[in-house]
């Protein structure tokens, strides 16, 4: 309901905004833009519009899944990805050191909050329950898709990628950990085979940097609807 209230052109230009079908910019080689049809190519057909809202009919790359969650974890700013933080020589002296680049302003800091709230609800209470990580807020989101069946060139119902894309802390968000499974065996619901690998690498992140827990607070913003 919300894209078919967006429109094709709106809803196209926020996916676009968030840096989806695009390069990120990163100097890695071999990045790929994506898959995302124009909304008047021939390819973009009547179905196109509700099926990019619940995520089909569209291609992204981990490194612009993770750019767009980061750009909500910084309160609305999406920022150009980087590989190295800086340059040391056997000396110790630091050579080059990262400074972090604005592409442009994605949302309003209020509008990001609100949508950090919605996240921490999805795992606080809804499928993200097992991406929970005990003395922090986790921020996230699952993902379930079904794979194209090279043979029938259609969405196959047995093949699945299962994902789970999260960010924490809540209150300062420190780190954003995506989980993709690529045809898990047993189970291909993100919530119970994505999840609890987040978990546990979120559990060793926030160890590794050191960073302290908290109470939970949920209290950004008013979660609005």
């Known amino acids: ?99 972090p680049r604005v592409i442009r302003r994605v949302i309003t800091e209020d509008v990001a909050n609100q949508v950090k709230n919605m996240l921490l609800k999805v795992v606080e209470y809804g499928t993200g329950k097992l991406a929970q990580v005990q003395g922090y807020n986790v921020c996230g989101k699952t993902g379930t898709a079904q794979k194209i069946d090279p043979l029938t060139r259609k969405y196959s119902k047995s093949k699945y990628i299962s994902s789970f894309c999260g960010f924490l802390p809540y209150e300062n968000p420190q780190i954003v950990i995506l989980v993709v499974l690529d045809e898990p065996e047993t189970n291909y619901w993100a919530s119970e085979v994505a999840c609890p690998v987040f978990s546990n690498i979120a559990k060793e992140a926030m160890n590794y940097l050191n960073i302290p827990q908290k109470e939970k607070n949920y209290a950004l913003t008013k979660l609005t609807y």
């Open 1 to 99: 309901k919300v894209g078919l209230k967006l429109g094709k052109e709106n809803l196209y230009r926020w996916i676009r905004k968030f840096g989806f079908g695009s390069f990120t910019g990163c100097i890695l080689a071999g990045e790929q833009s994506g898959l995302l049809f124009t909304p008047y190519s021939k390819k973009w057909s009547a179905v196109t519009l509700p099926n990019i809202s619940y995520g089909q009919g569209i291609g992204v790359t981990g490194l612009q899944l993770i750019n767009a969650y980061s750009s909500i974890a910084n309160g609305g700013l999406l920022l150009e990805p980087v590989v190295i933080k800086e340059l040391i020589d056997e000396d110790g002296k630091v050579l080059w050191s990262y400074q």
